[in-house]
């Protein structure tokens, strides 16, 4: 324990390894709420990956979290995929937040034909975002449906129960709707470490 | 136009014995009654046993018991035959079934693909033998007369019609297709070869033989043209290999299953699709078949590839009981799109148009299921939105706050259904098509903090009808 050992030298021989942080990616995707682009390592959601979005409840504000994205993607001409969602998009609602209702497309489908579609749509690299809202989907699932996000490079959301917080995710970013209405919190990112405070991202209403 | 046509002397026989490993095996193939058995045709290894086709099944058992049998199957052998027009269907795009156990091919205009004849012969037989089917390969300008020709000829090619006429002249009146009892009589006056045929007067031909001797010599000279019917390859994959015996391990099923493979591979590149999902079944004496379904993330078609992948699944499969038999069904079959990566584009693997995907989309969900979404002018929210196939117009519409997500059915909240936050907004319309409305719509924050949108029928004291989330 006596001999003192320089850092550089065990750095030189490669005995100790540097934590590198991972290059910030190529296209920034900002998420429309300051706030949470402040608090995301990548400045926005992490491109072409998984994001998940933990909510307890219906109506808790977890689209208007998405909107700004969506609007902005929708006006640059992206195709947006709705992959069998819960209700009905209400489009007047949609086209009030920005979104070009020319650019909305719904798939209809169940269980894992809905995982299905929401891979072949990430993987055909078609769309801006595909969003599905997967039921019982397993690390299996998830996971297959990351890769194809990778591949097609394409963002992908799911929604999820709140339930699902307690189990693993291959997802590139957890992200926390929880009762008080209008707060996210960061449960998991990719490269960098999750604060834990809760984000404001309602921009008043 | 020049036809090929390739001619298939022993399909049945290549038909049993590509599915066997030993292809050099005695093998006789039966057919008829089951009282009396006769051998159809035999291989040249059973052959040299003394076997010989027409024999009955107990003589051919007292000569020897050193061979095996398989049914002689019509349909099996139409399957081929069918089978291999999907194959020569790449490589034109008019393939005729007119012939029995031969294709007609018309070449001409695929030579600027595949080259000159001797090389466009060469690959066509390359093919043929990699797929273990013996054939023969005339080249004429006319599609009977490439028919007779295979006759009597291999890898014959006939530039033009006075070549053919020469060539055809010196053929047996025997192998030109023509009816028994004409043959018979032709030869019987002394006219052995055709150009003795044709050096008759026609009109004395007319008056002793039956008009189609005529038609026939015509069409083979060309001055008649034949009528073909097109083939047109199927449009899924449906193959069954019966299993001479009861299978219990899952390595000995891969033989079969590759050549079912190959044969898919095959049959995609003749309509130059991919396949995305295959099933394979396997069928068994009394249980329900083990299904093995492969599924691709993309369109494939090659054949190594496609084993590699079916191998991998087969080698895990529990099977419950022997195999008796093996089919593949392949239904869901794209097109196939080579990759490509473009030198300036924004996402490399976009490599799939939304059209293609939107049909796979549908092929596998249903016609209904993709659905482009998109709002109405009409201030009763059901009627605020539409679904629609296509070429959907942007209408922008000045409404008050409206949510996100709309309720198909609105549900009644309990008595507690929270706090008023706005409302009432009324919303009364639709009295001239007969889906009136008259609500009162309201902002209800419910006891979980959920935003929703709730209405009350005017003039009702009732409870809260939910209609949608705020999300």
Request: with cysteine; charged share 25%; net charge neutral.
């Amino acid at each position: 324990m006596g001999a003192v050992v320089a850092l550089d030298t065990l750095l030189q021989q490669r005995q100790v390894w540097k934590g590198q942080p991972t290059g910030l990616p190529a296209h920034i995707q900002p998420t429309g709420h300051a706030a949470l682009d402040a608090a995301l390592p990548a400045g926005g959601w992490p491109d072409t990956a998984l994001s998940e979005i933990l909510y307890a409840r219906d109506g808790m504000g977890e689209l208007q979290l998405l909107w700004p994205t969506l609007a902005r993607l929708s006006q640059a001409g992206e195709r947006i995929m709705l992959v069998a969602p819960p209700f009905i998009p209400y489009v007047p609602a949609w086209q009030a937040a920005g979104i070009d209702q020319r650019q909305l497309v719904m798939v209809d489908a169940a269980g894992d034909q809905a995982l299905w579609a929401a891979e072949q749509c990430l993987r055909s690299g078609c769309f801006g975002a595909v969003i599905c809202w997967p039921q019982r989907a397993g690390d299996r699932a998830l996971r297959r449906i990351q890769v194809a996000a990778e591949t097609g490079e394409t963002l992908a959301f799911a929604y999820r129960p709140l339930a699902e917080s307690a189990n693993p995710s291959p997802a590139a970013l957890r992200l926390v709707i929880d009762d008080a209405a209008g707060q996210v919190r960061v449960l998991k990112c990719r490269g960098g470490r999750p604060s834990a405070n809760a984000i404001s991202i309602r921009a008043g209403r | 136009m020049r036809w090929a046509c390739i001619l298939f002397p022993q399909l049945a026989l290549d038909g049993v014995l590509r599915h066997r490993e030993d292809p050099k095996a005695a093998l006789a193939l039966i057919a008829g009654p089951a009282q009396r058995r006769m051998l159809q045709t035999v291989t040249p290894a059973a052959r040299e046993l003394g076997l010989r086709p027409g024999m009955t099944l107990t003589a051919a058992r007292a000569l020897t018991d050193e061979f095996v049998i398989a049914e002689y199957d019509e349909k099996q052998i139409e399957h081929w035959h069918h089978l291999l027009a999907a194959w020569a269907y790449r490589f034109s795009s008019h393939v005729s079934l007119h012939y029995p156990r031969a294709l007609l091919l018309e070449v001409q205009s695929s030579m600027g693909l595949f080259g000159p004849w001797l090389h466009f012969e060469q690959r066509l037989r390359n093919e043929l033998d990699a797929m273990g089917f013996r054939h023969r390969i005339a080249l004429a300008p006319n599609p009977a007369a490439a028919r007779m020709l295979a006759n009597s000829h291999d890898g014959i090619a006939v530039p033009d019609r006075h070549a053919l006429r020469e060539t055809l002249g010196r053929m047996s009146v025997e192998r030109i297709g023509l009816a028994g009892e004409t043959a018979t009589a032709f030869s019987r006056m002394g006219l052995r070869r055709l150009h003795q045929v044709l050096a008759l007067p026609r009109d004395t031909l007319a008056r002793r033989f039956p008009e189609q001797v005529l038609r026939h010599i015509d069409t083979l000279l060309g001055d008649r043209p034949l009528v073909l019917d097109c083939f047109a390859p199927p449009d899924f994959f449906d193959v069954r290999i019966e299993l001479n015996f009861d299978v219990e391990s899952n390595q000995t099923l891969f033989f079969p299953v590759k050549r079912l493979v190959s044969d898919l591979a095959a049959f995609l590149a003749g309509r130059d699709s991919g396949v995305q999902r295959f099933i394979l079944h396997l069928e068994h004496r009394n249980l329900e078949d083990t299904r093995l379904t492969v599924g691709l993330l993309a369109a494939e078609r090659e054949s190594e590839m496609l084993f590699e992948l079916t191998r991998g699944r087969l080698e895990t499969l529990q099977i419950p009981a022997p195999v008796q038999a093996v089919r593949l069904v392949a239904r869901d079959l794209p097109r196939f799109v080579p990759e490509s990566s473009q030198l300036f584009e924004d996402r490399p693997q976009q490599k799939l148009p939304w059209e293609q995907l939107r049909e796979r989309l549908r092929a596998r969900l249903g016609d209904d299921a993709v659905l482009d979404i998109c709002s109405h002018p009409d201030h009763r929210p059901e009627h605020a939105w539409r679904q629609q196939a296509a070429g959907k117009p942007d209408l922008a519409v000045a409404l008050p706050l409206r949510p996100g997500w709309l309720v198909s059915e609105p549900v009644a909240l309990g008595d507690d259904a929270g706090q008023i936050l706005a409302g009432p907004e009324r919303i009364e319309s639709g009295w001239w098509d007969g889906a009136d409305v008259r609500r009162d719509y309201y902002l209800i924050r419910t006891e979980h903090g959920q935003l929703a949108w709730a209405f009350r029928q005017v003039g009702q004291a009732g409870p809260f009808w939910l209609h949608g989330w705020f999300a």
